[in-house]
Each structure stands twice: as C-alpha cells, then as structure tokens.
C-alpha cells in the first residue's frame, strides 16, 4: 500500500485509532481504584436479590439495569477489577460504534475518541453512565432510519430510561420530536411512519416510563438536596452557552435541524431543573455529560441538509468549548490518578489484611465511605456500622453526625475494639491511631484506632 492510499483508507486509520484507544484506557484503567459510588453498586449486585434492589433502589435513587449486568460477576465473585473491565467493554463498544458506524466529522471523530468524552471519564470510572453513551450512539446510529423502524428505534431509547435519572431529559426530547409529532402528523395526514408501529413504540417507552417511575417513586435519601451553589450555577451557565449556539445554529441553518435542538434542549434543561431543584451535587462525570449530550447532538444532525460553512463553524465550536469548558477538569482528574489513588481504601484493606487477626470485627463510624475497603478485605475480617447496629455488606444509608458523636463518646463500646473514621471526622486521639490513609483524590481517607 503505498501512502497516498495508506492516508486515504479511513476504514485503516479508523482501526488504528480503535487500537490506539483500547491500549491507552487500559493503561488508565490499571492505574484507577474504584471509589465508593462504584464499589456501592458492585456490593448491592452481589448482596442483594433483584426483589431487594427495586426495594432499594428507591434510597439508591437509581434504575437497577447497571445492578443487572454487574449481577452474575459480583455473586460469583470475580474480582473487583471486574467492574472497571465491564465499562472499559461498554466504551470499546461505543467508540468503535462511533468511528465506523457514525456520520460525524473525522477531526471531532478524533478529539472526542481521545479526550471528553470517551476515553478516562467513563471507561476507567465505573458506573451506569457509561451505558448512557453506548445507547446514544445506538439511537444516533438508528435515527435516520427511524420513521422506517419505529419500533426497533424505541428499544434503545426504553434502555436509555433505565441507566440513569439524568437521562430522562433526552428520551423526552426524543419522544416528542418523533412519536408524539408523528401522531400530530397523522391527524394532519402528513405522517411518513407506520402509525401502528409509532403506537407500539410510543407505548414501549410509556411502559418503561412507567416502570422506572414506580421502582423509584418515594426515593428517601435525605442526603439528595438542592441548592444553588457556585458549582450548579457554573454548569448552568455552560449550559446555556452552548444552547445559545445552537440555537443560532438551527436559525442560520434555515430550521433544519429545528427537532434536534428540541431534543438536545430537553436533555440539558432535565439537567438544569434536577440541579436546581432536586439533586446538587454535580460530581466529575455528571459535569461531564453535557459533552455528551453535545456529541450527541452533533451525531443526530441531518448533515446533507445544512451548509459547509456552518458543519466546519460546529467543528471548531466543539472544540474550543469542550477545551475551554472541559479540559481543566477532565486533566486534572486524570494526571491525579496517575500519581495519587482515587480512594484509599485498598491500601487501608492491604494493612488490614497483613496486620489485623482473623475473625476481627471493626468497627466504622459511616459505612457508605468504609464500605469502599470490603471487596479487598479478606473473608475473616467483618465492618460493624456503630451508627446504625447492624454489620455491613453494602450500605444505603445516611449518617446523623449528631448521634454518631454520642456513640463515639462511649468508651465502654470502644474499648478493646478496632474502629475506622472515614476521613477523620472525629479525631479519637492519636495515642490510639494505629494507621492512617491520606493521600486519595476523592474523599475516602481512613483512620484506623484501637482502644486498649
């Protein structure tokens, strides 16, 4: 092959970027440790029976699909790593999805396989959002087709309801922009859809709806709250920047691309209204899916119909806005977990493991940040969550400072036993710490004592 031909076959360079991706988030991926959101999900699937986590997902306040898939691997044990390979395959799918099968700028094609959002956020930290990014490329990918296969393009969107609350936005914008207007059509006569096959699908997502609705409807977690912090209003602020090009977008490109600015204005306005008024806390990959949504976006424009000029001006805008708006943040969480663990808690576990007697019972102070260390704990080493008086396999649970420190003042409970503070929140002495973590990226440092 000579060369002219060697950089003019994409299909090969396509290959070689897949490659090229699959070895580098591998890579990351050894050097990530689950945190306590991703061991949590991994516990739940491998304590509790499908009954138990619709029970509890309703305190979790997330659909059990993720649960599902990691089942099988958490009851039969395989190790923790385990998880982390599962999202690394969801994205190897994903990306090769997007490279081969996609009609989208070779240059974004490139950028967004390389930084925000495919490679670090979601194949090396573990949790349902990358299930997000698998179904939106499947939908993308069905989209033009979608007035020919009405049904078929309604299974992934019924998927999509079950990943994750914050996807809830996208599906509306993408039931309204093709089943509700094709039934508005159909009154008209000016329908292109099978209207038997838009009902069937139409209904599929409203069964799903529904389901999803009753499995979480009295979700209690009292540590979900809003409020407008710095944080809320920095996203939304990003947010609106990108609709207000988008929106100029689809006026210069003569409206034709007016149901795709629909559907990505109901995505990120989800977002916006759960922040504002449900759920605050804007962790790294939540910030991280407006990019997401962006791709998305730009996957499910009808390309033949919009000008040159404009295609190369959404290229550019990409990405400056995802460098400017993305990058530092994206950046920085990836060189730390190069030279820092997320967590610590497998280094709290190896120290356990090597130093504690077998058959030891420890005591923890809050067992949603403890319950981190379990997956690398040896079987003869149990948690007793003080709190709340019950041993820990996986914990749900919310945490009152205020009784916690009246247990923790009573020095008959403590004495002759091993506990754990999470991140030191009560300082017990140092004359009892026997060993200490201090150097995680995320919150999840430990203090072990023993009382004499």
Not at 74 to 102: D, G, H, M, Q, R
Not at 200 to 217: K, R
Request: net charge neutral; hydrophobic share 50%; charged share 15%.
């Amino acid at each position: 092959m000579n060369t002219k031909n060697f950089f003019t076959n994409k299909k090969l360079i396509y290959w070689i970027i897949f490659i090229l991706y699959a070895i580098l988030n591998f890579i990351f991926l050894l050097n990530h440790e689950p945190w306590r959101d991703e061991v949590h999900s991994w516990l739940m699937a491998k304590e509790l029976s499908i009954p138990e986590l619709i029970v509890e997902s309703r305190y979790d306040g997330h659909p059990i699909l993720w649960h599902l898939i990691l089942m099988p691997f958490a009851k039969l044990n395989f190790p923790i790593i385990t998880l982390n390979l599962i999202s690394y395959i969801v994205l190897l799918v994903t990306v090769w999805l997007f490279l081969f099968k996609t009609d989208v700028n070779f240059i974004i094609k490139v950028f967004a396989t390389f930084t925000i959002p495919y490679t670090y956020i979601y194949s090396c930290i573990s949790r349902n959002y990358c299930l997000i990014l698998l179904l939106l490329v499947i939908i993308a990918i069905l989209y033009p087709k979608r007035h020919k296969i009405p049904i078929l393009y309604s299974i992934p969107i019924c998927f999509l309801i079950h990943t994750h609350s914050l996807a809830w936005g996208i599906v509306a914008g993408l039931t309204i922009t093709f089943y509700f207007l094709e039934i508005y059509l159909y009154f008209k006569k000016k329908n292109t859809a099978n209207i038997k096959h838009i009902l069937i699908g139409l209904g599929l997502i409203v069964i799903n709806t529904i389901l999803v609705v009753l499995q979480l409807f009295g979700t209690s977690n009292p540590d979900y709250m809003a409020n407008s912090s710095s944080v809320v209003m920095d996203y939304t602020t990003i947010s609106l920047i990108l609709l207000a090009f988008c929106l100029i977008f689809t006026f210069f490109s003569g409206k034709k691309c007016l149901k795709e600015f629909v559907i990505l204005l109901c995505g990120i306005g989800f977002q916006i209204f759960v922040y504002l008024t449900f759920y605050s806390s804007i962790m790294f990959q939540r910030q991280m899916l407006i990019y997401v949504l962006f791709l998305f976006y730009i996957m499910i424009l009808p390309k033949q119909n919009i000008k040159n000029f404009l295609q190369n001006s959404l290229v550019v805008f990409f990405i400056i806005f995802t460098l400017v708006c993305g990058y530092k943040e994206f950046s920085s969480y990836l060189t730390q977990d190069f030279s820092k663990p997320y967590s610590c808690a497998e280094e709290m576990a190896s120290y356990i493991n090597e130093n504690i007697p077998d058959n030891t019972t420890i005591l923890i102070d809050n067992s949603v940040i403890g319950q981190t260390i379990i997956p690398y704990l040896k079987p003869s080493i149990s948690f007793y969550d003080i709190e709340h008086n019950k041993y820990v396999d996986c914990a749900n649970t919310s945490h009152d400072y205020k009784k916690l420190a009246e247990v923790l003042s009573n020095s008959d409970m403590l004495s002759g036993n091993y506990i754990i503070i999470c991140n030191n929140s009560f300082d017990l002495g140092q004359e009892n710490l026997i060993y200490y973590t201090d150097s995680a990226i995320i919150n999840e440092n430990y203090y072990l004592y023993y009382f004499n």
